[in-house]
């Protein structure tokens, strides 16, 4: 079984960035990668959401 990049990640941040390419690499588009890694799609990439 193969292990996921985003497994052996060393902090959250890197973990979802992995995971963004990983989902990516699987075909993905960039908005359902977005919904993934439970962001928001804005300038091209996915971002934070603003806070209130």
Same mark, same amino acid.
């Given at each position: 079984? #193969?292990?996921?990049?985003?497994?052996?990640?060393?902090?959250?941040?890197e &973990? +979802?960035?992995?995971?963004?390419?990983?989902?990516? #690499?699987?075909?993905?588009?960039?908005?359902?990668?977005?919904?993934?890694? &439970? +962001?928001?799609?804005?300038?091209?990439?996915a971002?934070?959401?603003?806070?209130?």
């Open positions: 079984m #193969e292990q996921l990049l985003s497994s052996r990640a060393v902090d959250w941040r &973990g +979802r960035r992995l995971r963004a390419w990983e989902l990516h #690499e699987a075909g993905w588009t960039q908005a359902e990668i977005a919904a993934g890694v &439970g +962001r928001h799609t804005g300038c091209g990439f971002v934070d959401a603003p806070r209130a």
